[in-house]
């Protein structure tokens, strides 16, 4: 499909005395300046699932998530600028004023269909298309929660092609397991290090692997094993949860480097590679790439 200009990445080196001292080279890999409104991973989990909708002639988008869910604005986005109609599926009743996310969604156009818990867990674990064009007409174009489907892989495996060096270790915050499926299969030698912002995200590894080995399946690809892990205790208190610890270290980097983080995504993952690196994790004389996928609403 004709996509609209979109700006590079942008590669800025983190430039600390915690890196310094213990020989390493961090790097900040800015996705999140791609486009204002389809900018950070979501670019690239939705661009071959744009191209599919688009394929098979489906008019409406419809997908599912939280009322913090990036994936929900990037949907939203993506509607307004390819003229899709959208259809948003929000987990939890509806609080006015509508937060940063859903009002954007709103401005956008996208419908806000709102469901408690429950019906809204029974109704994610309906992934067949029949079902969805039963329920909402023939011409949409069904996106799971987070996007995370072998398109979304597909769109992911290209994440660091524009990068100018190529890392020990990539680093991204992590609500389902696309992104990361995306960039294990797609890198030849880092080692790949996901951060869950959800408390027990360790469900996030087989979900990662299942969406790896449907991809292996569906393209008809060898399968390779994955070199990726899960550094689980940065989620700062679940989704959407944060503390003064991370409040702190947002105001921090802010300062320093006049990037504002998200505290739901990017700024869990950076604060824990500082963490990290603090604790020796990195060997010494390693270059460390951390995603920056979320801009600050």
């Known amino acids: 499909m004709n996509h609209l200009p979109f700006n590079k990445p942008q590669l800025l080196q983190l430039e600390e005395k ?7 080279e961090v790097f900040l890999y800015r996705l999140d300046v791609i486009h204002e409104n389809l900018g950070g991973n979501k670019y690239f989990k ?21 009322a913090y869910s990036n994936h929900i604005f990037a949907t939203a986005s993506a509607g307004k600028i390819y003229n899709f109609k959208t259809i948003g599926i929000i987990r939890g009743e509806e609080n006015l004023p509508l937060n940063p996310t859903l009002a ?3 401005t956008q156009g996208m419908e806000l269909i709102y469901l408690n818990r429950t019906d809204f867990r029974n109704l994610k674990s309906q992934d067949s298309e029949n079902y969805w064009q039963e329920k909402f007409g023939e011409n949409v174009y069904f996106l799971p929660e987070g996007g995370a489907n072998i398109w979304a892989v597909k769109g992911c495996t290209e994440i660091m092609n524009d990068c100018e060096i190529n ?16 960039l294990s299969i797609g890198s030849k030698t880092s080692k790949i290090i996901g951060f869950p912002v959800l408390k027990g995200g360790e469900f996030i590894e087989n979900d ?13 690809i ?15 208190g679940g989704y959407a ?10 105001h921090f980097f802010d300062d320093k480097y006049r990037i504002k983080l998200d505290e739901v995504y990017t700024a869990k993952c950076i604060s824990g590679v500082y963490d990290l690196a603090s604790k020796k994790y990195f060997p010494p004389k390693t270059k460390i790439v951390i995603l920056h996928t979320q801009r600050m609403l």
């Open 208 to 220: 990662c692997l299942a969406l790896a080995n449907q991809y292996f399946s569906y393209f008809d």
């Open 46 to 66: 939705l661009k071959y699932n744009l191209e599919q909708a688009k394929k098979l002639e489906k008019n409406t988008l419809i997908t599912l998530g939280g």
């Open 241 to 250: 949860k944060t503390n003064s610890t991370l409040k702190d270290f947002i």
């Open 104 to 106: 954007h969604a709103h």
């Open 18 to 24: 915690i890196f310094e001292d213990n020989y390493l």
């Open 167 to 182: 890392p020990d270790f990539i680093c991204l915050a992590c609500g389902t397991g696309g992104t990361l499926a995306g």
């Open 222 to 236: 060898s399968p390779k094993k994955l070199n990726f892990e899960l550094q689980t205790d940065y989620h700062f």
